[in-house]
DNA sequence: TTTCAGCTGAGAGTACGGAC
DNA sequence: GTCCGTACTCTCAGCTGAAA
């Protein structure tokens, strides 16, 4: 049995990002562009039609892995023999979330807000309550509840956990020994790509990746040999 | 001009790994 | 086994800009 890689993209070629254009919006939303999943059989990109789709998989996916027969759902004929939906190349950002992420309760919504390349942070995370009032973390969250008694709403239905940038460099780290002393001008020096094909559910959560940006399409070559 | 929502950076706390 | 340093996560407060 292998596992499946969950991926929010945000597109940056015609999709808007979030510090730009689309900073005119004053009520935010979610701005990543297309939610796709790993297939644990072929490792192709699949699209995930919604977003509320694309939760339930995620919250399942440890036990129940993502197949390509799974999207038979919306897409009857696909199988693992067709084209992956979406290559990994330079166009868009990819992020891969966690899985094992419950679904918000009926009636709330998950925010996920990707920052800025080179911030000190990759992404936010808010739920909207059934109320409007947005809360951005567990103890709004749980003074939230606190006050506001709602019937079957535990803490357990909320994470705050953001997902992970495929892009090396994307968030300003921290400086390191290690990095300060190979740091000789400033530049970033690359590290060999690894490239995520498949990750183990039982290693997801702590997700390894390298190079700065791996244009060469994944999907197409399978890791698992 | 004021208000409010979104964005960002920074500090505190915590977890983890390496050295001794 | 313990201590120390590093890195990460969580949380909050301030700044900015758009809308009213």
């Given at each position: 049995?292998?596992g ?7 597109g940056?070629?015609n999709i808007?990002?979030p510090s ?13 562009s297309?939610y796709t ?9 699949r ?18 892995p993502?197949?390509c ?10 199988t ?8 990994r190349?330079?166009s868009w ?6 899985p094992?992420?419950?679904?918000p309760?009926?009636?709330?919504q998950r925010?996920?807000?990707?920052r ?5 942070k990759f ?15 567990m ?14 709403v ?6 705050f956990?953001?997902?992970?940038p495929?892009?090396?460099?994307y968030v300003?780290?921290r ?5 300060t ?5 400033g ?9 995520i094909?498949w ?16 244009s ?5 070559a399978?890791?698992?040999?």
């Open positions: 049995m292998e499946s890689a969950l991926n929010a993209a945000t940056t070629g808007p990002c730009s254009s689309n900073k005119k919006s004053k009520r935010v939303s979610d701005n990543v297309a999943v790993q297939c644990a059989k072929c490792s192709k990109w699209f995930i039609p919604t977003k509320a789709k694309y939760e339930e998989i995620r919250e399942t996916i440890a036990e129940l993502f197949v027969e799974t999207a038979r759902e919306w897409r009857p004929d696909i693992c023999e067709e084209e992956p939906d979406l290559v190349d330079g950002n990819w992020a891969i979330d966690k094992c992420i419950p679904q309760p009926s009636g709330w925010i996920l807000r990707i800025a390349r080179g911030g000190t992404a936010d995370l808010y739920y909207d309550a059934p109320s409007g009032k947005r809360l951005r973390s103890q709004e969250v749980q003074s939230y509840l606190y006050e506001h008694s709602e019937p079957g535990t803490l357990s239905q909320f994470s956990q953001i997902p992970e495929l892009e090396e460099n300003r780290k400086r390191t020994l290690s990095a002393l190979n740091d000789t001008s530049a970033v020096v690359p590290v060999a790509a690894t490239p094909s990750i183990p559910p039982d290693q997801s959560r702590d997700l390894h990746f390298g190079g700065e940006r791996n060469t399409s994944d999907a197409e399978p890791a698992e040999s």
